[in-house]
């Protein structure tokens, strides 16, 4: 294996924002009289669109009330925009591998202003060579987002490596015919990341760097 391109997800992978989109969802529920969902259940639909999000874990809101929700949701998760952080090590690894001359890119379930809005606020502008979000095409796990990823940059998918901590980005991996590097310090534990069937899963920053490093091609 001789990877080219890198994918990354953002939320939960790259970001530690996974309490901050449980808490927006729950605080939205409240705001509305909605059940308020559990934990593990907000934070098992990170990675999809917010709308594909919101069938599975708010099912009783009416479609009258989705323009409330969603405004809703982005006033309580901007309220937490001092907390968020990218996880420790990511700021050098992506520094490191883009010096070796690997391609970068991310596939998320974030919209395309909140993606370029943390881009810029991380001071990353550059840093990825190409970027897809799910107001842009289909959600997750379909593999439009990889096969579009990999038409723009002209690689073949056996080159392509996706990371992400949920199932949704293992499943839409292998939809595109793309290897799937797990990480458990995101949103899924490891059982339901494993249901993803994932190449292979690591549980920290250090030990994705070790696992990818000799199979990347720079």
């Known amino acids: 294996m001789q990877y080219s391109v890198v994918v990354f997800d953002w939320d939960g992978t790259l970001m530690d924002s996974t309490p901050s989109i449980v808490t ?3 605080n939205a529920c409240r705001d509305l009289d909605l059940p308020v969902p559990a934990a593990s259940s907000a934070s098992w639909v990170i990675g999809l669109s917010l709308d594909a999000a919101l069938t599975k874990v708010v099912p009783d809101l009416p479609p009258s009330l989705l323009p409330r929700f969603i405004e809703r949701y982005r006033i309580h998760y901007l309220l937490r925009d001092p907390d968020l952080r990218l996880f420790d090590g990511i700021p050098d690894l992506l520094s490191e591998w883009g010096k070796q001359g690997v391609r970068l890119a991310v596939a998320t379930g974030k919209s395309r202003a909140g993606l370029d809005r943390v881009i ?3 001071g990353l ?3 990825f060579e190409a970027t897809r979000c799910a ?3 289909h959600s997750k796990p379909h593999p439009a987002m990889l096969h579009e990823l990999m038409e723009e940059l002209m690689v073949p998918a056996e080159e392509v490596l996706m990371i992400g901590d949920t199932s949704h980005d ?3 991996a292998n939809n595109a015919g793309v290897h799937g590097l797990g990480v458990t310090y995101g949103a899924h534990p490891l059982p339901e990341l494993l249901a993803g069937e994932p190449l292979h899963v690591v549980d920290s920053v250090t030990a994705m760097r070790e696992w990818v ?3 990347l091609r720079g």
Request: charged share 35%.
């Open 125 to 127: 502008e550059g840093v």
């Open 213 to 215: 490093q000799p199979r």
């Open 135 to 137: 107001d842009e095409t």
């Open 120 to 122: 810029r606020g991380f």
């Open 24 to 26: 927006a969802i729950q």
């Open 170 to 172: 293992m499943r839409m």
